[in-house]
């Protein structure tokens, strides 16, 4: 793919698509964790002598980290000690002045690309080079610079479309999460064990199915709210989660143990919440209205144990409620039997990554990135729409 090298960004007007979708605090609505909007200075750097106009969504409409991006331009401006404009619009009038009124060396970021309706869609890339957002705003661009590697799966109009119409390269981070993951994948072995947690059930069952039918998961342990899909699937939890299209997706667990029964590890024992205190527990033990909050002991004795085994192990997406002191031991415990373990690894997603940098365990890892459900994917070996987008550009613009 063509990277930032390839251009000479001089008094170009650049849009740059990155991934500042952070952890927001449910109750103050800030940002919990920046390490999102740290990683897109690297990029910013190096177009410092462009107009550059910075767009990224944060959260999911309807969800409690939807919010505006006013914070996250704080939050920049902060980290780069210099002023970063910004405008409460994202394809509107504004946005469009905003855009018009930059000089070269100006940052301008739009509000969450998620407020306009077509940025939470999937298109065709021909269809997304049709939409209102890509054909308002890529006149003003010479160049769409695409550093979003955690949104890399989503073929979203701010990801497929601009590339169709106008020149694109890959920023920083996507160039590097690339290269090194393409670098650890030749050498990868078996067995690989894949760690997954997270809230984002759906895509994960989706992500799964592909792993293993692709070789690359020939153990999957399971953690966090997953784990619970999949316990109550084994009818080891009796109760409702009380999840989104909880009965689909327990279905879909119950298929995928049926056909794969020897892959899936369930946690064994757990903890809960009881007026705040962490109460260890058999997973038969469980009551209707206890609160799971992270793995017991057990548990992660019998994951480390297939850790330690392991030739590859990839692991995403915490393992309870780790912000809770209490609940953070499945997480940390997990994190460090990874750091520790002989085999090529793996540490993704936001929350994960910043506890492991906390514990001082990311020296430890081969390759750490903030990027959940995308990574899952890519290591499944398909091709995603980011990076289709971004060779079919490099087709396309090389020459000119
Ligand atoms: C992520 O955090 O995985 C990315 O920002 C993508 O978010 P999404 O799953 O809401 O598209």
């Given at each position: 793919v063509l990277t930032l090298d390839d251009f000479d960004l001089k008094g170009m007007t650049v849009f740059l698509r990155v991934d500042m979708n952070c952890p927001i605090d449910p109750d103050t609505m800030e940002i919990s964790g920046t390490k999102r909007i740290e990683e897109a200075i690297e990029t910013l750097q190096s177009l410092k002598e462009a107009k550059v106009v910075v767009a990224s969504h944060q959260g999911r409409v309807g969800n409690n980290d939807y919010t505006g991006m006013d914070k996250h331009a704080k939050v920049l401006e902060k980290l780069m000690n210099r002023e970063i404009k910004y405008v409460e619009d994202t394809i509107g009038e504004a946005a469009q002045n905003a855009i018009k009124n930059l000089e070269d060396g100006d940052i301008l970021l739009l509000d969450n690309l998620r407020l306009c309706a077509e940025e939470n869609y999937e298109f065709t890339p021909e269809n997304a080079a049709k939409t209102i957002m890509v054909s308002r705003l890529s006149k003003f661009f010479d160049l769409c610079v695409l550093d979003s590697f955690p949104s890399a799966h989503r073929s979203h109009p701010s990801i497929v479309g601009f590339p169709q119409v106008i020149p694109a390269c890959a920023g920083r981070i996507v160039e590097r999460e690339v290269r090194n993951l393409d670098e650890i994948m030749t050498v990868a072995k078996a067995p690989h064990v894949i760690v997954l947690g997270g809230s984002k059930v759906p895509d994960r069952l989706e992500a799964i199915r592909l792993l293993i039918q692709n070789g690359r998961a020939d153990h999957v342990l399971l953690t966090g709210l997953i784990a619970n899909v999949f316990m109550r699937a084994q009818a080891r939890i009796k109760s409702p989660l009380g999840i989104k299209r909880e009965d689909e997706v327990v279905a879909k667990a119950h298929a995928l143990i049926g056909e794969y029964p020897d892959v899936f590890a369930t946690p064994v024992d757990i903890a809960i919440d009881k007026d705040g205190a962490r109460v260890e527990m058999d997973v038969r033990e469980i009551a209707k209205t206890d609160k799971i909050y992270d793995l017991g002991p057990k548990t992660v004795e019998y994951y480390s144990k297939l850790i330690a085994g392991a030739g590859t192990v990839f692991i995403s997406g915490?393992?309870?409620?780790?912000?809770?002191e209490n609940f953070s031991f499945g997480t940390k415990a997990l994190l460090d039997s990874v750091a520790n373990s002989m085999a090529t690894t793996i540490v993704s997603g936001g929350h994960l990554t910043s506890v492991l940098k906390r514990l001082g365990l990311a020296e430890k890892i081969n390759h750490v990135s903030t990027a959940g459900g995308a990574l899952v994917l890519y290591l499944t070996g398909e091709k995603l729409p980011m990076i289709k987008a971004l060779e079919e550009a490099a087709k396309k613009y090389r020459s000119k």
């Open positions: 915490p393992a309870g409620f780790f912000e809770k």
